[in-house]
C-alpha cells in the first residue's frame, strides 16, 4: 500500500504562483514514474505533468513552459511548481504513483485561479 500526502493548493490570481507538495508513504521497494493530474467537474482526470526516477519529465503542451515538476528520490516527493497561472489551470490536482502491479492517487488539492 501507498498511501500520498498531497499540499499546496489554494486560490491565487492569474499571473501568480503556487507550489503543490506530494508526499509517499507505506510498503514500496520504488515508486517509478510520480506525478500529477488534474480533474475539472465535468471532464476526465489529465495529466499535466510526470517524473521518472531519472528525472525524465513530460508535460500536457497547455503547461509547458510555466510548470516545472522534480522530485526528491530520497523523500519519496514530488513537487510541481506552478507559474504564470491562468483561469483555466483551475481544477482539483492529484498527485500520482506507480509501483509495481498498481497506480495510486492522492486525495486531491484544490487550486483555483482567479481572472
Known amino acids: 500500500q501507498v498511501q500520498l500526502v498531497e499540499s499546496g493548493g489554494g486560490l491565487v490570481q492569474a499571473g501568480g504562483s503556487l507550489r503543490l507538495s506530494c508526499v509517499a508513504s507505506g510498503n514500496f521497494f520504488s515508486i517509478d514514474p510520480m506525478g500529477w493530474y488534474r480533474q475539472v467537474p465535468g471532464k476526465q482526470r489529465e495529466l499535466v505533468a510526470i517524473?521518472?526516477?531519472?528525472?525524465?519529465?513530460n508535460y500536457v503542451d497547455s503547461v509547458k513552459g510555466r510548470f516545472t515538476i522534480s522530485r526528491v528520490n530520497a523523500k519519496n516527493a514530488v513537487y510541481l511548481q506552478m507559474n504564470s497561472l491562468k483561469a483555466e489551470d483551475t481544477a482539483v490536482y492529484y498527485c500520482?504513483?506507480?509501483?509495481?502491479?498498481?497506480?495510486?492517487w492522492g486525495q486531491g488539492t484544490q487550486v483555483t485561479v482567479s481572472s
Open positions: 500520482y504513483a506507480h509501483v509495481p502491479t498498481r497506480d495510486y
Open positions: 517524473i521518472t526516477k531519472g528525472s525524465a519529465t
